[in-house]
């Protein structure tokens, strides 16, 4: 699986230093055409920025939007849905970003060419409500890899992307609480970040339930090696851990207790490794027809499947959060806690997002399973922690986020001068 980590990033930012000095010298001499706007998405053709650029393409016929992919995947993948496409790093990326008046994004400025955005009214969407610290609230994101200049350098990694920041024009929340955690995480001040909802989780409350539930259904075993039918569905997506593995791969004992569950249940198991996350799961999904791997190869944008989904298990993503507004029951499976949320810092106590239920193995995660089966009032705490959670962070769930995301982005971009 591919690894990702914070110090390979920064190397690679601070290798890319005279690129964006020659980025900013273009954005000088290139006038940008308000009509014009682009769009990107770091996991794929998905998440927030498509469902702001669907909403944009409806509302104005007369703009000219394009997406810009990562690479020839998402270009088919976004041509198969009749979006204009280039590669963002291709010159014609480069001069659409410079050219374009809007720039959205959902993890960072290298979700578009991220050397052609100064001067542009960047709307950054970003990719979920955190619960691990971001940004400038994590010492993690400036962690370089070079130890002898490791202080100098991160001050002026924290100073690059203070500055970086500034040119976000707005940045959608879920809700205030949110709104305050990404204000200090990003370094922008209260009239930027906007509690409008977030476009992503539109496809989650749009519809009757059955209507989203079918269509969630029919997504999700196009993403499949193998039609699931009516089976119980149950999805194990960890989050990334920063180039490190995820310590709560079943162990060989626990693979065959997984499948005599999920056998005895009617049900499968969707294993969602993280994006940039290192695991191994190869030896369960072999070993059992029971258990498959949706992939983000298969399916970059995990929301619109999250209604066929019958029960989550998580540990810090903020896919439970997501998750939530379904209904359904999480559990949490948390080996790590005390090393991971003594390293990467959380925004709120970690027994307050899992609602103290949390155990270390996938033993103690079959044991819940049996007793969510067989004792209703325990299985009625596992929903309503899910509700707790859905109304402490969502402030919208009527299905509108992107109409009041693109709303106050046009408000803004007609006072300008």
């Given at each position: 699986?591919?690894g990702?980590?914070?110090?390979?990033?920064?190397?690679?930012?601070?290798?890319?230093?005279?690129?964006?000095?020659?980025g900013?010298?273009?954005?000088?001499f290139?006038?940008?055409?308000?009509?014009?706007?682009?769009?990107?998405?770091?996991?794929?053709?998905?998440?927030?920025?498509l469902?702001?650029f669907?909403?944009?393409?409806?509302?104005?016929?007369?703009?000219?939007?394009t997406?810009l992919?990562?690479?020839?995947?998402?270009?088919?993948?976004?041509?198969?849905?009749?979006?204009?496409?280039?590669?963002?790093?291709?010159?014609?990326?480069?001069w659409?970003?410079?050219r374009?008046?809007?720039?959205?994004?959902?993890?960072?400025?290298?979700?578009?060419?991220?050397?052609?955005?100064?001067g542009?009214?960047?709307?950054?969407?970003?990719?979920?409500?955190?619960?691990?610290?971001?940004?400038?609230?994590?010492a993690?994101?400036?962690?370089?890899?070079?130890?002898?200049?490791?202080?100098q350098v991160?001050g002026?990694?924290?100073?690059?992307?203070?500055?970086?920041?500034?040119?976000?024009?707005?940045?959608?929340?879920?809700?205030?609480?949110?709104?305050?955690?990404?204000?200090?995480?990003f370094?922008?001040?209260?009239?930027?970040?906007?509690?409008?909802?977030?476009?992503?989780?539109d496809?989650?409350?749009?519809?009757?339930?059955?209507?989203?539930?079918?269509?969630a259904?029919?997504?999700?075993?196009?993403?499949?090696?193998?039609?699931?039918?009516?089976?119980?569905l149950?999805?194990y997506?960890?989050?990334?851990?920063?180039?490190?593995?995820?310590?709560?791969?079943?162990?060989?004992?626990?693979?065959?207790?997984?499948?005599?569950w999920?056998?005895?249940?009617?049900?499968?198991?969707l294993?969602?490794?993280?994006?940039n996350?290192v695991?191994?799961?190869?030896?369960?999904?072999?070993g059992s027809?029971?258990?498959?791997?949706?992939?983000?190869?298969?399916q970059?944008?995990?929301?619109?499947?999250?209604?066929?989904?019958?029960?989550?298990?998580?540990?810090?993503?903020?896919v439970?959060?997501?998750?939530?507004?379904?209904?359904?029951p999480?559990?949490?499976?948390?080996?790590?806690?005390?090393?991971?949320?003594?390293?990467?810092?959380l925004y709120?106590?970690?027994?307050?997002?899992?609602?103290?239920?949390?155990?270390?193995?996938?033993?103690?995660?079959?044991?819940?399973?049996?007793?969510?089966?067989?004792?209703?009032?325990?299985?009625?705490?596992?929903?309503?922690h899910?509700?707790?959670?859905?109304?402490?962070?969502?402030?919208?769930?009527?299905g509108?986020?992107?109409?009041?995301v693109?709303?106050?982005?046009?408000?803004?971009?007609?006072?300008?001068?």
């Amino acid at each position: 699986m591919p690894g990702f980590s914070f110090a390979s990033g920064n190397a690679k930012k601070l290798a890319a230093l005279p690129l964006y000095a020659l980025g900013a010298l273009a954005s000088v001499f290139v006038a940008r055409v308000d009509d014009l706007w682009v769009f990107g998405c770091g996991s794929g053709v998905g998440e927030g920025s498509l469902a702001l650029f669907r909403f944009a393409r409806q509302a104005d016929a007369t703009l000219r939007l394009t997406w810009l992919a990562r690479d020839e995947r998402d270009l088919a993948a976004a041509r198969a849905l009749g979006i204009p496409a280039v590669l963002k790093l291709s010159r014609h990326g480069l001069w659409l970003t410079l050219r374009a008046r809007v720039v959205v994004v959902t993890h960072g400025f290298g979700d578009v060419n991220r050397f052609g955005q100064r001067g542009a009214v960047v709307v950054q969407l970003w990719h979920g409500i955190p619960l691990k610290l971001i940004q400038l609230d994590s010492a993690a994101t400036t962690r370089i890899s070079v130890p002898v200049v490791s202080a100098q350098v991160r001050g002026l990694l924290r100073r690059f992307y203070r500055r970086g920041y500034r040119s976000i024009a707005l940045m959608p929340a879920a809700s205030e609480l949110v709104a305050q955690r990404l204000r200090t995480a990003f370094a922008l001040p209260a009239d930027r970040v906007v509690v409008t909802g977030d476009p992503r989780d539109d496809v989650l409350s749009n519809g009757p339930a059955l209507e989203r539930s079918s269509l969630a259904r029919q997504v999700l075993t196009a993403a499949l090696d193998t039609d699931p039918g009516d089976s119980r569905l149950v999805l194990y997506a960890p989050t990334w851990r920063d180039g490190e593995a995820d310590p709560a791969v079943p162990t060989d004992e626990e693979w065959a207790r997984i499948d005599a569950w999920l056998r005895d249940a009617g049900a499968m198991l969707l294993v969602r490794p993280h994006p940039n996350g290192v695991g191994d799961y190869a030896a369960g999904i072999a070993g059992s027809p029971n258990i498959q791997l949706l992939s983000s190869a298969r399916q970059s944008d995990l929301t619109p499947v999250l209604d066929a989904i019958d029960l989550l298990v998580t540990d810090y993503s903020s896919v439970a959060f997501d998750y939530s507004l379904t209904g359904g029951p999480i559990l949490f499976i948390a080996p790590d806690q005390e090393s991971y949320t003594g390293s990467r810092g959380l925004y709120e106590p970690y027994r307050e997002f899992s609602g103290g239920r949390e155990v270390r193995s996938w033993s103690g995660v079959l044991d819940q399973l049996s007793r969510f089966d067989s004792d209703a009032d325990w299985a009625e705490i596992v929903r309503a922690h899910s509700a707790a959670l859905a109304s402490r962070h969502f402030a919208f769930r009527d299905g509108r986020n992107t109409e009041r995301v693109y709303s106050e982005l046009a408000r803004r971009l007609k006072a300008r001068p």
